[in-house]
């Protein structure tokens, strides 16, 4: 029982570039979320999704798309990289809305 | 604006002392709480949860301490170890805001020998 993985670990970009980050999660849960930590902050939510088919903006959407691939998956996708992005991104999964959420290890992305 | 605050951004405990973290919340809605810890390089790490009906709920070594009256909760680590060594957030949800967990900046707590 893995939890949530994340893919890649590391990733540097340049400006203009895009990239997708991979979630997926074995727990067989409903909702799923990606959130940024930018230095001596909190999390940030970016996107989330409620249930398979769903998803819904978070505090920081913007430069951001999300998939929800299947029940098991949700993957993020930034179109056009900028350095404002750089950051560590955490995928997260609960079994509901108001249930405890369980994160990866995290993507640190580099955008140059 | 609203906000899951610490009162303080480090704390430092000799080892087997007990170490108590605090977090303040500004919106009387927020009934769900939850302390992560996150080591450097990793990922938040589930510790413990609280719902508003509660004013404390105890784990391993670990008790959160919900204050709803003055917004506030605390959360206690008996005989602290130096793997306790992490940065201890509060992370708050609200009724009316179905999914989002708002974090607070994180408390780091150090654990010298």
């Known amino acids: 029982n893995a939890g949530v993985t994340q893919t890649p670990k590391f990733q540097v970009l340049k400006t203009g570039q895009s990239m997708t980050l991979q979630c997926a999660q074995d727990m067989n849960h409903n909702s799923m979320y990606w959130y940024r930590q930018d230095p001596g902050m909190g999390l940030r939510l970016i996107y989330y999704?409620?249930?398979?088919?769903?998803?819904d903006k978070g505090e920081v959407p913007n430069g951001y798309n999300v998939s929800r691939l299947n029940k098991r998956e949700f993957s993020l996708r930034l179109e056009s990289a900028a350095p404002s992005q750089t950051s560590v991104y955490f995928c997260?999964?609960?079994?509901?809305?108001?249930?405890?959420?369980?994160f990866g290890p995290g993507t640190r992305l580099l955008v140059l | 604006g609203e906000s899951v605050g610490l009162h303080l951004p480090t704390l430092s405990v000799q080892e087997g002392d007990n170490s108590i973290i605090n977090c303040a919340y500004s919106n009387s809605a927020s009934d769900y709480f939850i302390w992560y810890k996150q080591e450097s390089g990793k990922g938040p790490q589930f510790i413990i949860d609280?719902?508003?009906?509660?004013d404390k709920r105890q784990g391993q070594r670990v008790t959160v301490l919900l204050n709803k009256t003055v917004k506030h909760l605390s959360l206690q680590i008996a005989a602290t170890q130096p793997g306790d060594s992490a940065v201890y957030f509060c992370a708050e949800n609200r009724s009316n805001s179905g999914y989002a967990l708002n974090f607070g900046k994180g408390t780091s707590l150090l654990v010298t020998p």
């Open positions: 997260a999964s609960s079994d509901g809305g108001r249930e405890t959420q369980y």
């Open positions: 609280i719902r508003s009906n509660m």
């Open positions: 999704s409620a249930s398979e088919g769903t998803t």
